[in-house]
T-cell receptor, first 114, second 116 residues
């Protein structure tokens, strides 16, 4: 059973701080990793994708990937109240049954206080 | 805006009934995947279609079935509805450029299904 694990939170940070969200995955063959943001009552929105070990930066967001440790993280710098949402880690798997599918963690709820 | 639309937005059905949910994606998005998201959980993969053929399925019973059409629309059908089928149903599409399939998936707004 392919799994993606995240701390459910809530993770509470003050406005302007760095929020750090973590994710581990079980499938060593996975090559594609994604972070989605989901506001309450809305659908997931893709905010970052990462395919190679190391860091990838996009504005205030930095995704970090370590395939040897099977670990993905998302850093949000200068956190804003509008960043308050659930962040879903997703890992692409390939199998005979599933084809190519995204396996999601349960999500980490982030709360940014002003 | 992802260019992915879903209908209806909300739906209430009775246990044992059948339901059809619809999704429409952008031109060139030849891969469509369907997910079920229960409250407080991450989306769970139901199945995926590529160029109108099912090419992957998650751990869902056969009463969950689907279709994909040439006009980038697709359907999720659920027969013999159970109370546990109450969830947000999401479709997501991926771009296919020159035969190279992207793994990035873009979600529609979802259909909230309530089974009573």
């Amino acid at each position: 059973q392919k799994e993606v694990e995240q701390n459910s939170g809530p993770l509470s940070v003050p406005e302007g701080a760095i929020a750090s969200l973590n994710c581990t995955y079980s499938d060593r063959g996975s090559q594609s990793f994604f972070w989605y943001r989901q506001y309450s009552g809305k659908s997931p929105e893709l905010i970052m994708s990462i395919y190679s070990n190391g860091d990838k930066e996009d504005g205030r967001f930095t995704a970090q990937l370590n395939k040897a440790s099977q670990y993905v993280s998302l850093l949000i710098r200068d956190s804003q109240p509008s960043d308050s949402a659930t962040y879903l880690c997703a890992v692409n798997i390939t199998s005979a049954e599933a084809g190519t599918a995204l396996i999601f963690g349960k999500g980490t709820t982030l709360s940014v206080s002003s | 805006e992802t260019g992915v639309t879903q209908s209806p937005t909300h739906l209430i059905k009775t246990r044992g009934q059948q339901v059809t949910l619809r999704c429409s994606s952008q031109s060139g998005h030849n891969t469509v995947s369907w997910y079920q998201q229960a409250l407080g959980q991450g989306p769970q993969f139901i199945f995926q279609y590529y160029r109108e053929e099912e090419n992957g399925r998650g751990n869902f019973p056969p009463r969950f079935s689907g279709l994909q059409f040439p006009n980038y629309s697709s359907e999720l059908n659920v027969n013999a509805l159970e109370l546990d089928d109450s969830a947000l149903y999401l479709c997501a599409s991926s771009l296919d450029e020159g035969g190279v399939r992207s793994y990035e998936q873009y979600f529609g707004p979802g259909t909230r299904l309530t089974v009573t």
